[in-house]
């Protein structure tokens, strides 16, 4: 039998990590299940996957011109990071000292999203641009292909505009998926004109939905209400833009429920949110995603213990909010929040290692939110998120034979190659060639459960 040519052949893998599962996500007890392929092997022509399985098998039906030997070494879809804010201004670096130590600073410090605001709206485009793609590079180099990205940090029209056509523009190897963040904070010149700043927010809309797939908007005490959100979302939803929502980050606003009403593809931090919540999520198909690089950054990990047992804690112990959403039924996901503030880490390896730690996650379940579940809360799963035939050649190759080896060992980038969509953009844990690529055909996001 003639072997079909192939551009890229991935043999002899110790695991090969499919990720493989329904296209509405992966959920309850399905979720502590991987099945890896020993020996495991794929093919890739053009920037889709031709076949996955042992490698005797696909080597027996394949040829092509570049071969990786992935011998002692595992193989798996690439990252889906589905919650960022990827282009801003300034840091919080001081911010955060002041923070842990709880000592006040030499000088005053301003902080918080608005200090992000006046530094984001101070910066040249070119500047924000090249920063940007500095940080997609880190992403790429630690296992990103797919990255959500929000804008959020100009909370007036235009500026939310500027940044949105920034972030659409970018050109990269990694898969830049961008959301309008229509309802971010109140600015403060809003404080008694909130009716005036939905108006604002809803006058973006329309141009907004050209570039962004997503709108989002953030439904908490010290955000936007039930009702304000339910607005904007719905009005975003007419425009054609899928829903995403911050939501019940600080207490319990009704944003797991707001996002079920929108049926939103995604509901994110959900600290605060109720059963019922979760129950609608599940039912209406909003994934949740949880942040556990929020939980370590913001030192909310560690509740206060009593003589008794578990004591009162000034946030929900979150390894049991994650417990109670998937029992609920919801499909989870996990996400970076790449942001200057509550989490400035853009690495997927090492929300694995915290959500093993801080959540008390199985291995199986941590690569099933990193990877398919977290495709789904982007509605991108028919297409990438597992090595499956058909789908988008997304591969990380890794310098450990075991999935379970990149969530124990952290602190250290395990990443050898990378494939995105179908070319191979870094090798032996570099960057290779440009980095830059020519943007293809963006479907506006999937609104058919509208």
């Not at 092509?64 to 011998?71: E, H, L, N």
């Not at 109140?186 to 006058?203: K, M, N």
């Not at 297409?383 to 499956?388: A, H, N």
Request: hydrophobic letters at 45%; proline letters at 5%; a negative charge.
């Amino acid at each position: 039998m003639a072997k079909r040519n192939a551009d890229l052949l991935i043999v002899h893998a110790a695991e090969l990590l499919p990720c493989s599962g329904p296209a509405e996500g992966i959920r309850g007890a399905a979720l502590e299940r991987v099945e890896p392929i020993a020996d495991g092997a794929l093919a890739i022509r053009d920037d889709r996957i031709l076949a996955v399985g042992p490698t005797a098998e696909v080597a027996r039906k394949f040829s092509a011109a570049t071969t990786i030997d992935a011998t002692g070494r595992l193989v798996s879809p690439g990252f889906v990071d589905p919650h960022s804010h990827l282009v801003y201004g300034g840091t919080r670096h001081e911010e955060y000292e002041a923070k842990v130590t709880q000592r006040a600073p030499a000088r005053r410090l301003d902080g918080g999203i608005r200090f992000t605001v006046r530094k984001t709206r101070e910066t040249p485009d070119d500047l924000l641009v090249e920063q940007a793609l500095g940080d997609l590079d880190t992403m790429l180099l630690h296992g990103t292909t797919t990255l959500e990205a929000k804008t959020g940090y100009g909370l007036e029209r235009d500026e939310e505009l500027r940044l949105l056509r920034l972030t659409a523009g970018l050109r990269h190897a990694v898969d830049v998926v961008p959301t309008y963040l229509a309802l971010h904070v109140l600015p403060e010149e809003y404080a008694d004109r909130r009716a005036d700043y939905l108006r604002v927010a809803l006058s973006g809309l329309e141009e907004a939905a050209e570039l962004a797939r997503f709108c989002d908007v953030s439904c908490d005490p010290l955000c936007f209400t039930f009702d304000e959100c339910l607005r904007v979302g719905e009005a975003a939803r007419a425009t054609g833009m899928g829903i995403r929502v911050h939501a019940d980050q600080f207490g319990d606003a009704g944003g797991a429920l707001v996002a079920a009403r929108l049926q939103a593809a995604s509901a994110d931090h959900l600290d605060y949110a109720s059963d019922e919540g979760f129950r609608a999520m599940a039912e209406a198909g909003t994934v949740a995603t949880f942040l556990p690089g929020v939980t370590l950054h913001m030192c909310e990990m560690t509740p206060r213990f009593t003589p008794e047992g578990l004591g009162d804690a000034e946030k929900p112990f979150l390894p049991l909010v994650v417990r109670r959403a998937i029992a609920a039924g919801a499909t989870v996901a996990l996400s970076t929040d790449f942001n200057p503030g509550s989490c400035p880490t853009p690495s997927m390896q090492m929300v694995m290692a915290l959500a093993a730690r801080l959540f008390r996650l199985g291995y199986a379940e941590i690569w099933n939110m990193c990877t398919l579940n977290a495709a789904r809360s982007l509605d991108l799963a028919h297409d990438r998120g597992s090595l499956e035939e058909g789908k988008r050649g997304d591969v990380v190759v890794w310098n450990v034979p075991s999935h379970g080896l990149v969530i124990n060992r952290f602190g250290v980038n395990l990443v050898d190659t990378v494939v995105a969509n179908g070319r191979i953009v870094v090798e032996k844990g570099r960057l290779k060639g440009s980095r830059r690529r020519t943007p293809a055909a963006r479907p506006r996001a999937a609104v058919a459960r509208a």
